[in-house]
Structures are given as structure tokens and as C-alpha cells.
């Protein structure tokens, strides 16, 4: 049972370029999400997805994209990359969509847009 | 909206001493789940400890407990007999019992152990 697998752990893109984290659970949890983390600002949320083919907005979206085909995936992609994009980010899953399910949390890509 | 706050950015204990952490949080709902989350150097997020809101019991997990004051809108964390592997990152989260059940984080609070 692997949990929540994330990749890659680092990542160094230009100005401009695009790409793809993944994100992938084997615990079938419906609930899907992607945070970002940086110094002082705690984690805030990016995208989220209740279950295959539902996505929707968090707090700082703009310059992301999701999309959830399965169960199991929910890749973010970065569109255009630009240095306010540099982070830490988290993929994080959770059983059900009732509040008393923790998150399981990946172990984090350290993304640096220069 | 919910919100979250960490007062204290940093905190330290010594090796063996007892340290607690505070969160506070605001929310119009009566039912909810509140989390502690560590995070170490490993960058990895790990659940501390939970409790549920209509739940009066504090919620302990050997070393760890919580003092859950609902009226006050309070939930600190207690660590008792610190060990130099407490230290890390800690975030306390909010999530609803239904709606939107979208977790809201915390800043965080930086424990710092002296040996």
C-alpha cells in the first residue's frame, strides 16, 4: 500500500515552461487536493476534486490546472511557469468528503522557477 | 470563511520539558474536526492527533494531547516529555463536518528542542 506517491521530489524549470506534477493514491479516497507551501504562509490550497471528473478551485489557483479522469490521479499542471511559482507542493487525499477523515499527504515536490 | 491562527511562529523546549502549542480558529458551524499535523526536516506531513468537535473529551495519543476549548474557539497541543525527534513544524487544520469539508491550515509554529 504505497498511500500517496507524488513525483518528481524536485523539479527547476525557466521562465515560460510548463509542466506536469503527478499525483497518484491507492487508498480510493474521493477527496483530492493540491497546496502549496511557503515560509510563513502555512499550506494553501490550489485546486481540489471530490471524486473522477469533479474539479474546483481553492485559494490561489490562477497560473494551475487540474484535472481528475480517475479515481486514482490528480496531476497539476503548471501552465506558464513563473518565479511566484516556486514552492513546495503537496499532494493530499482523504477517504471520504465527511471532516473527520485526515489528509494523507505525498512527500511534497520542491518546485524553483528561475 | 474559516480561519486558522498560529500565534506563536517559533517556539523551543528542552529535551524532557513539557511545551504547547496554540491554535485558535473561527467558524460559524457546531460540528467540525480539528487536526494537529508535524512536519520534521523530512518534509513529510504526519497526523498528530484529531478531535472532533462534539466530542468534550480531549484527545491524547501517549505524548500528545490536546486542550479543546469550543466556547473559546481554542485548540492547543501539549507535548509532554519533548524529545529532540519533536522538532519540526507544526500545523493545526480546521475541516467541516459537511459542505464544503475543505480543510483550512494554520500558519504553523516551529518547535525548536534543546538537548
Known amino acids: 500500500n504505497a498511500g500517496v506517491t507524488q513525483t518528481p521530489k524536485f523539479q527547476v524549470l525557466k521562465t515560460g515552461q510548463s509542466m506536469t506534477l503527478q499525483c497518484a493514491q491507492d487508498m480510493n479516497h474521493e477527496y483530492m487536493s493540491w497546496y502549496r507551501q511557503d515560509p510563513g504562509m502555512g499550506l494553501r490550497l490550489i485546486h481540489y476534486s471530490v471524486g473522477a471528473g469533479i474539479t474546483d478551485q481553492g485559494e490561489v489557483p490562477n497560473g494551475y490546472n487540474v484535472s481528475r479522469s480517475t479515481t486514482e490521479d490528480f496531476p497539476l499542471r503548471l501552465l506558464s511557469a513563473a518565479p511566484s511559482q516556486t514552492s513546495v507542493y503537496f499532494c493530499a487525499s482523504s477517504w471520504d468528503r465527511e471532516g473527520n477523515s485526515p489528509l494523507h499527504f505525498g512527500n511534497g515536490t520542491r518546485l524553483t522557477v528561475t | 470563511a474559516q480561519t486558522v491562527t498560529q500565534s506563536q511562529p517559533e517556539m523551543s523546549v528542552q529535551e524532557a520539558e513539557t511545551v504547547t502549542l496554540s491554535c485558535t480558529y473561527d467558524?460559524?458551524?457546531?460540528?467540525?474536526?480539528l487536526f494537529w499535523y508535524k512536519q520534521p526536516p523530512s518534509r513529510q506531513m504526519i497526523l498528530v492527533i484529531r478531535q472532533e468537535a462534539y466530542k468534550q473529551q480531549n484527545a491524547t495519543e501517549n505524548r500528545f494531547s490536546v486542550n479543546f476549548q469550543k466556547a473559546a474557539k481554542s485548540f492547543s497541543l501539549k507535548i509532554s516529555d519533548s524529545q529532540l525527534g519533536d522538532a519540526a513544524m507544526y500545523f493545526c487544520?480546521?475541516?467541516?463536518?459537511?459542505?464544503?469539508?475543505?480543510?483550512?491550515f494554520g500558519r504553523g509554529t516551529s518547535l525548536i528542542v534543546h538537548p
Open positions: 467558524t460559524s458551524e457546531s460540528d467540525y474536526y
Open positions: 487544520a480546521y475541516r467541516p463536518s459537511g459542505g464544503s469539508y475543505i480543510p483550512t
